[in-house]
């Protein structure tokens, strides 16, 4: 159990794991950040984003990591969409209603998707599914490799697009200070959906990513949203920085508890130390002081 | 010389690198009216929040009844008679006039009905009988302010902190108000209130305390105060004393 | 006083129905109706009253529920003294849980997550070690018989969770009308402000939750009666959580008769759904689901419209800390974004 090499893989697989969790809690992280929002449902639409891949697979065969722009695309219009007709409407001018909401959402999606697809687990099949790469002692499926290399440009681009365009600077003031960028004739109404919208691209790449080496079933998006929230609790709600480092630390953690205690009691370690932080250090990392 | 009601020794307290309450030492003596005033961001309120246990000094002491009750919670020392009430007003929005005055009656009395009674004597004393059974969303900026003050009221305090009771109302309801405080002290609550609004002050206090940059920088009769010197350059501005004086001699 | 008139007039019209009625369909639906108000009820107790919502409240279920048959199944026990030790169980982990989550000062959104965390993490456990039967679940054996708690006809079990929906109507109208329920809804409503009249928040909202979670158990030991069987993802499972509270939500939150009506709507629902479209899975929760979303949008007062809106439970987004400037404390919205 001990032995370096397997350590070294767990450790390996937990970092490549981690980067994928890492890309969605930032668009749980920056839908918070802008819109001050709990989004319950995020979880919910990795799954149907997660399903989008897999019917794109199977019955257009288009190769996931092809599929990207595509998904992304339509999960930000997805997005973009469910803030501006439910969500907002919803928030009857304040954002607090909205967390019910989003948990409406989710079990509608949920359940949806058991209604539609059944409960069993699908996965798909590519051709590099089974390739390995050898890094050190350890083999990594290419897959996790790819994940992990591509949900690091993907954050590196929302990066980019918060700091150099327009868009992003109009962004961050409406998170910084709302009434003051409405002053200046950002629209706000705009910049939620849009962020929304963005957030929920994140968790199509994720999904893009994620499928590959993983599957899918309609109860993933529960599994997910908590292990999210997690690294979103721990790196600092509305911290990027804090979700990059949360998600690749949360995957390790998962990795190795996994490896020592086995898998469910390996996640329940992750859920121990959202409790524990909750608890005891709610700002998280990198969050500010609450 | 009778024992003070509060003592504040040496209280200071930092946010970040802000200094907000710096080295603040008084006293209230039991049975008067004392006014808190000063410039905006003073740090009046977060001083009245040092002082109700809302937060925990860095340095200094407050002792309450011959006790250190320094960070002391609310609610405890709610119960040994010090109340508040906040600048921005914090009604129980969905309940009405009454229940909402009736949860500070019940802080003496645990029986329901009699809490509900007493929330109504009370509120004849601030003129809210007439809006009893309103839920308190309903009611006017004055008509909230009546029901914070109503409902410290009826928690029975010895020591009551006002903070800007009087703000956001027109001066008819001032007018009205003024006597109501007034009527307060005489049946023998002690009041230290934070105050904008001159001539409540002018004509309530009879002591005034002056917070600038966190620090007391004068304190005195009302007449006193508002003539000292430093105390005007506080609130104008520096050189406004000297050029007041100067102008006074032309 | 009208509410104790009302809730004897519910009682003795349930109670009255479910005796002459012979239908076995009519008595199931009685039956399970009954068990969705408690629920909802239990709920309402932390929810409604309290203004903390909770999204993991399948724990309370869970526990008592597992208590209820390991008592039996593996210290024998007459099922009669089962339920009182499941309650009490149910209890005791309101407290724990109350008592870590309170006196942190987890409110809101924060609140509602880490109740979701704990239901998980019961989940995991309960389907992982044997006492709980693991992934298999726990079966109690089949005995009808009024001494065993298991009835040949719905009939007694309309009764047993009528008991409980009475008692539970009673104390919320002792709620409505008792110095407690006075500082609970305070407490709800503008924590800070309770503070400064003399209302201690964290015994007040343990005492919410130590009742939730009292009817929020019975509830599960009845299911178990009811069934002969629990499994983690039954017990501790989202469904549970998810229509303790939609059927508040639906009703009005905060009242005595909203979480009763909003429950017995829902389950209405389900059960036409089931009708319509068969025994698919999932069916009756898109419904729930939507509902949600549709009553939050444009009925935030839920059914009984004098239900409190939901938005004013949701005060406080994130945690409390002592230390902070005043004005902040007076604004709900206290995060920077570090985008």
Known sequence: MFDPAILFTALLNGLTTGAVYALIALGLTLIYGVLHIINFAHGAALMVALYAVYLLHERLGIDPYVALPFVMAGMFAFGYLLQRSVINRAGHGKDENILLVTLGISIVLENLALVLFHSDTRNIDTPYALATVQIGPAMLALPKLIAFGGALVVAALLFAIMRFTDLGRAIRAVAREKHGAKLMGIDVDKVYAMSFGIGMACVGAAACFLLPAYYVNPQVGGGFVLIAFTIVVLGGMGSFAGALLGGLLIGVVESLGGLWFGDSLGQMGVFAIFIVVLLVRPQGLFGARV | MSEALLQARGLSITFGGLKAVQDVSFDVLPRTLTALVGPNGAGKTTLFALLSGFLKPGAGTVQYLGRDITGMAPQKSARLGLTRTFQIVQPFGAQTVRENIAVGAHLHEPDRRRALQAAEAVAQRVNLQDNLDKPAADLTVGGRKRLELARALAAQPRLLLLDEVLAGLNPSEIDEMIPVIRGIVDDGVTVLMIEHVMRAVMSLAEHVWVLAQGRLIAGGTPRDVTSDPTVIEAYLGHGTAERLKQGGAR | ????????????????????????????????????????????????????????????????????????????????????????????????????????????????????????????????????????????????????????????????????????????????????????????????????????????????????????????????????????????????????????????????????????????????????????????????????????????????????????????????????PPAQQQDDRKEEARV
Not at chain 3, 35 to 54: E, M, R
Not at chain 3, 213 to 230: E, K, L, P, T, W
Not at chain 3, 243 to 263: K, Q
Not at chain 3, 265 to 270: D, E, K, N, P, W
Request: proline share 3%; with cysteine; aromatic share 12%.
């Open chain 3, 1 to 324: 006083m009208r509410d104790v008139r009302s809730i004897l007039l519910f009682g003795v019209l349930v109670a009255g129905a479910a005796a002459l009625l012979q239908s076995g369909v009519a008595l199931t639906f009685i039956m399970m109706s009954l068990y969705a108000v408690l629920l909802a009820q239990s709920w309402n107790i932390l929810g409604g009253y309290g203004g903390q919502l909770s999204f993991g409240h399948a724990l309370f279920f869970g526990v008592g529920a597992y208590a209820q048959a390991i008592a039996q199944l593996t210290w024998g026990w007459n099922p009669w003294l089962a339920l009182p030790f499941a309650i009490a169980v149910g209890v005791a982990v309101g407290l724990i849980v109350g008592a870590l989550t309170f006196r942190s000062g987890l409110r809101g959104s924060y609140f509602a997550l880490v109740t979701l965390a704990f239901a998980e993490v019961f989940r995991i456990v309960a389907v992982s070690v044997p006492f709980t039967g693991g992934g298999v679940g726990l079966m109690v054996p089949l005995h009808a018989s009024v001494a065993n708690l298991q009835f040949g006809s719905r009939r007694g079990y309309v009764f047993l969770l009528l008991g409980f929906v009475l008692a539970a109507l009673v104390f919320t109208a002792w709620l409505r009308h008792s110095r407690f329920g006075a500082y609970l809804q305070a407490v709800r409503d503008n924590e800070n402000a309770a503070r400064a009249i003399g209302v201690d928040p964290v015994r007040i909202k343990l005492g919410a939750i130590a009742w939730s979670a009292a009817f929020m158990a019975a509830a599960g030991a009845c299911y178990v009666q009811m069934f002969q069987y629990i499994d983690s993802g039954i017990a501790f499972g989202s469904t549970i959580s998810v229509e303790a509270l939609v059927g508040v939500i639906v009703g009005g939150a905060g009242t005595l008769w909203g979480p009763v009506l909003g429950a017995a709507v829902l389950y209405g629902l389900g059960e036409a759904t089931r009708n319509m479209f068969g025994e698919v899975p999932g069916i009756s929760m898109v419904i729930y689901g939507a509902v949600l979303v549709l009553i939050v949008m444009f009925m935030p007062r839920g059914l009984t419209g004098a239900g409190l809106s939901v938005r004013r439970m949701l005060k406080g987004a994130q945690p409390q800390s002592a230390q902070q």
